[in-house]
């Protein structure tokens, strides 16, 4: 069964460091997204892709973060200078097509730790 | 506002029991999904209910929405082990397209 994946599934980083965390989404999909979970907090959007371009996104993914599809099967989430507050589970999502009706698939996340 | 808003329950059954869990959200709706984690992995997509439906199942899942009372549960029958996980629902917000807004979710454990 197809699946989005993600990598790495954990990364430490310095404070101030930039990092990309990176996805495949499932092959025929066209929406991508980014979540992130805190520690015991709630999964919280960040941001959707659609035909190369930013559709959504939410008061969270400010100027230090950035999403691009590099090629036809990767999609990339890059945060310029971490913080510590950046820490967190970040998921990869996917959906085949527009629409609120959509299910989301999501991938196993990557685990980012600032220091 | 917040959307998707389990009630905060940790529930701890026997194998083989049934487990609810209930969600409530507070604007309408399109649609309502429920995902599984099991700790410290990513989330899996349980069941999607639909704003004209009110209920659903899929294999040992049941899933009902209330949209009068702005509610949902989930029910799993005949618990096992290997369905302790927290529990998520997420609802679409409506100025988004697809942007989904989740409850903090329900800790389920399953005793064997």
């Known amino acids: 069964e197809p699946e989005v994946t993600q990598t790495p599934s954990h990364q430490v980083t310095q404070m101030g460091q930039e990092v990309i965390l990176r996805c495949v989404p499932i092959s025929n999909h066209l929406y991508f997204y980014w979540y992130r979970q805190i520690l015991g907090q709630k999964v919280e959007f960040l941001v959707s892709?659609?035909?190369?371009?930013?559709?959504?996104k939410s008061e969270i993914f400010d100027d230090q973060f950035s999403v691009e599809r590099p090629d036809g099967s990767n999609f990339t989430l890059k945060i310029r200078s971490t913080k510590l507050e950046d820490s967190a589970m970040y998921f990869c999502?996917?959906?085949?097509?527009?629409?609120?009706?959509?299910?989301?698939?999501f991938g196993p996340g990557t685990r980012l730790l600032v220091l | 506002s917040q959307q998707g808003e389990e009630d905060p329950q940790a529930l701890s059954i026997q194998e083989g029991e049934n487990a609810t869990m209930n969600c409530s959200y507070k604007?309408?709706?399109?649609?309502l999904q429920w995902y599984r984690q099991n700790s410290g992995r990513g989330l899996v997509h349980l069941i999607l209910?639909?704003?004209?439906?009110r209920e659903k199942h899929s294999g040992r899942l049941r899933v009902t929405l209330d949209t009068s009372k702005k509610s949902s549960s989930l029910l799993i029958t005949a618990s096992r082990a290997a369905d302790t996980a927290s529990y998520f629902c997420?609802?679409?917000?409506?100025?988004?397209?697809?942007?989904?807004?989740f409850g903090k979710g329900n800790q389920v454990v399953v005793i064997p």
């Open positions: 892709f659609y035909n190369n371009e930013i559709s959504e």
């Open positions: 209910i639909r704003s004209n439906e």
């Open positions: 604007t309408s709706i399109n649609n």
């Open positions: 999502a996917s959906s085949e097509g527009a629409g609120r009706q959509e299910t989301q698939y």
């Open positions: 997420a609802t679409p917000i409506n100025y988004g397209n697809n942007r989904l807004a």
